[in-house]
């Protein structure tokens, strides 16, 4: 069969996220299949940018063939960003009877987080007489509405409204990493029937493999941290606004009597404000160390004794969420303090942790002293679960072929 996917964000190992679209695309390799992942020269969430050389560029990856478009740098929502998007949509739109006859897809699946790339991939899709299958991450304008407080009849809003109900009128399909989006997606015009759940997942055999030493300075800290019989709390991952952190950081006021240690591994925007509000509060318990590479993650979670991972509080989240982040967590086997108000919870449904209401810093110390109280080989147990439950249901092996099910179905 021949993929055509088009993710205007897609990364790989060497360039940084995002993964989902080169895991997707190595499996349907390996099992036989010619794949192209088309995409965005620039994109905010890469560690890295390909090299591009006129408007196209052509790269091959672990066999799977990038087309590169070249777009212009952006940096926030601002609107280069918008221009950015335009552009990969407009050569793309204007590449698509060339790729339709060169590459001959037998589907066509549009996956970038905005829907405006539905047109492009309808087109080549009409071209090659292929299947198209819509990808939703993110249900947008739903998300910069509700959590960008965008209002309805901007502009940008309505654009992206348009190209979100074409796209549920005219695909085969939906593929959602949202398990709760159906209702939504009907009343946007979704057949039902078309809508498929297919989580995010992470490649176990990779995982496994990894086994990168972390830099001196983590390796340092935690062997001084344990030395000095401290129980060790991380959050590995952006620190974004996002992410619950002040509350996780917070929570240290109330465990300033016991030997315990909060280990914050990463980088972004809030990170400062963080460390700024550690220092005016004195609260010498709380540890931040720079990001580290995604091969040394499974080092450094398995020398934590727990882990967190916390969301604000969001209308969004009613849809579910399927963070790669928590893969990660699970497949370290630790007990995980999840801080959700969600439509779906993964370490609820695995029984792989403590899940508490979301924004409550006492409740998170809470959390933590009744792990700590229990003996660690139950803790173990509670870990265990959690990576039984991801090598059971998220194993990109058995995605890919669930995906490639819905496609043929």
């Keep these: ?20 679209p080169y895991y997707l695309a190595r ?6 299949h010619r794949v192209i992942i088309v995409a965005a020269s620039f994109s905010h969430v890469r560690s890295k940018q390909p090299m591009v050389n006129g408007n196209i560029s052509e ?46 897809p037998d589907v066509v699946i549009a996956s970038s987080t905005y829907p405006l790339d539905i047109y492009p991939a309808y087109l080549i899709s009409r071209f090659a007489k292929a299947k198209l299958i819509f990808e939703v991450h ?11 407080k965008m ?67 983590h390796q340092e800290t935690i062997e001084r941290l344990k030395q000095e019989g401290k129980f060790l709390i991380c959050y590995a991952g952006s620190h974004g606004i996002t992410n619950d952190l002040e509350y996780f950081v917070e929570s240290a006021f109330y465990l300033r009597v016991l030997p315990v240690a909060l280990v914050l591994v990463g ?7 963080l460390q700024k509000y550690v220092v005016e509060h004195n609260l010498n318990n709380v540890i931040f160390l720079p990001h580290v590479l995604k091969n040394s993650i499974p080092e450094l979670l398995s020398k934590m004794d727990i882990l967190y991972i916390g969301w604000r509080r969001s209308p969004l989240n009613r849809f579910g969420i399927s963070p790669n982040k928590l893969f990660d967590y699970m497949m370290a086997g630790k007990p995980i303090i999840h801080a959700i108000e969600a439509g779906n919870d993964l370490v609820r449904e695995s029984g792989c942790g403590i899940s508490i209401p979301p924004e409550d810093p006492y409740v998170v110390a809470e959390a933590i002293k009744k792990l700590m109280s229990i003996s660690s080989s139950e803790r173990e147990g509670i870990g265990r679960r959690g990576k039984e439950y991801v090598i059971d249901n998220h194993d990109y092996k058995i995605l890919v072929k669930k995906f490639l099910e819905a496609i043929n179905d």
């Design 27 to 32: 499996e349907w390799v390996r099992m036989g």
């Design 267 to 273: 980088q972004g925007p809030e990170k400062e404000k």
């Design 1 to 20: 069969m021949n993929i055509l996917l088009i993710n205007h964000y897609a990364g790989s190992l060497q360039y940084g996220m995002e993964y989902r």
């Design 59 to 104: 790269e091959l990856i672990d066999d799977i063939q990038y087309i590169w478009i070249k777009t212009p740098s952006y940096k926030g929502n601002s609107i280069r960003r918008v221009w950015n998007m335009l552009t990969f949509v407009g050569t793309l739109t204007a590449l698509s009877k060339k790729l339709s006859k060169e590459f001959k």
């Design 138 to 148: 993110d249900l947008w304008p739903l998300s910069p509405i509700e959590f960008g």
């Design 151 to 217: 209002p309805k009849w901007h502009p940008f809003i309505i654009m992206m409204q348009i190209a979100e109900d074409f796209a549920y009128r005219k695909v085969d399909r939906v593929i959602s990493i949202l398990p709760k989006a159906l209702d939504y997606m009907v009343s946007r015009g979704l057949t039902p029937e078309k809508f498929v759940y297919i989580p995010n997942g992470i490649d176990i055999d990779e995982w496994q493999s990894f086994n990168t030493l972390l830099p001196p300075q």
